[in-house]
C-alpha cells in the first residue's frame, strides 16, 4: 500500500468522527467508536465473499440438530476461510436495508461473530455506546460511512482501489490511535509501539541466530499482541534473512 493510499484510508476514517459524532459524543469519546467500527469492518470485508458458505452450512448443521459452539464453530471457520467468521443473516451494507431495524439488526449482528470475534468488540466495550447512537440516529449514518465504496477495507481489490493485506491494515489502525491520542494530549507510544521501534526489535531478534536459522516453522510469542505488527514484521525478517542465505 501506498503513502497516499494510506493517507487517503486514514483521513476518510478521521473524518467519519467529525462528520457523524460531533454534537453528540465528546471528543475524547470518538475512539471508542470508531476504533472498534474500523476493525469490524474489517472483519466484514474480510468475510464477505464467504458469506454465504457459512449461512448455507450454518442451515444444514442445524437442521441436523448441530447447535452448541462447539459443534458450529469448526466447520464454520473452515467455511469462512478464516479462524472467525459472522454467521448472522447480516453484513454492515445489509443493515441500511431496513433503518427502522437497524439497531436490533446491528446487535444480531455483533453477537453473529464467533466467540473469537464477540470477545474483541467487548474489550472495546462499543456495546455501551450502542444506546446513545440508536437513540440519536446515527447509527445509519455511522455504518453508511463505512461501508463507503470511496475506501476499501477488505483485502481484495476493487475495480478502482487496491486491497489492504494486513500489514497495511495494521498500519493504519496504527496512525488512528496515535492521532486519537495526540487529540487528547496522550503519549501514542502509551498504547502501541511505534513501527520503526518494531523493525529494529525484529532485527535485533533474528540477528544473532540469523546463521543459525533454517527452512521450518517458526513460533514467535508477542505477550502484548495489539495490531500484531510484531508478527507480521517478525515474518518479513525471516523472509529477508531467507532472501539473503538463498542468494549467497
Known amino acids: 500500500m501506498n503513502h497516499s493510499t494510506h493517507n487517503r484510508i486514514v483521513n476518510f476514517i478521521w473524518s467519519i468522527a467529525d462528520d457523524v459524532l460531533r454534537d453528540h459524543f465528546k471528543r475524547g469519546k470518538?475512539?471508542?467508536i470508531i476504533l472498534p467500527m474500523t476493525v469490524i469492518r474489517r472483519f466484514d470485508a474480510v468475510l464477505e465473499s464467504t458469506k454465504p458458505q457459512v449461512l448455507k452450512l450454518k442451515a444444514e448443521l442445524e437442521a441436523k440438530g448441530?447447535?452448541?459452539?462447539?459443534q458450529l464453530e469448526p466447520p464454520l471457520k473452515k467455511a469462512a476461510g478464516y479462524p472467525f467468521f459472522n454467521a448472522s443473516p447480516f453484513t454492515l451494507r445489509s443493515l441500511l436495508d431496513d433503518p427502522r431495524q437497524i439497531e436490533a439488526n446491528f446487535r444480531t449482528y455483533l453477537d453473529g461473530f464467533s466467540e473469537n470475534v464477540v470477545d474483541i468488540i467487548r474489550n472495546f466495550r462499543l456495546h455501551q455506546h450502542i444506546d446513545t447512537l440508536a437513540t440519536k440516529n446515527l447509527l445509519y449514518p455511522l455504518i453508511e460511512k463505512f461501508v463507503d465504496p470511496k475506501i476499501n477495507l477488505s483485502p481484495h481489490p476493487t475495480d478502482e482501489l487496491p486491497g489492504i493485506d494486513n500489514h497495511a491494515?495494521?498500519?493504519?489502525?496504527?496512525?488512528?490511535?496515535?492521532?486519537?491520542?495526540?487529540?487528547n494530549n496522550e503519549e501514542a507510544g502509551e498504547h502501541f509501539t511505534p513501527r520503526d521501534v518494531v523493525k529494529l526489535m525484529a532485527r535485533l531478534t533474528f540477528e544473532p541466530v540469523a546463521d543459525r536459522l533454517k527452512s521450518g516453522t517458526y513460533l514467535i510469542y508477542d505477550g502484548a499482541a495489539g495490531t500484531g505488527g510484531m508478527l507480521t514484521l517478525a515474518e518479513d525478517e525471516l523472509q529477508r534473512i531467507a532472501s539473503e542465505k538463498i542468494s549467497r
Not at 448441530?66 to 462447539?70: F, I, N, Q, S, V
Open 30 to 32: 470518538y475512539p471508542d
Open 169 to 183: 491494515m495494521g498500519t493504519i489502525f496504527e496512525e488512528l490511535v496515535r492521532r486519537f491520542n495526540e487529540e
Open 66 to 70: 448441530l447447535t452448541a459452539p462447539m
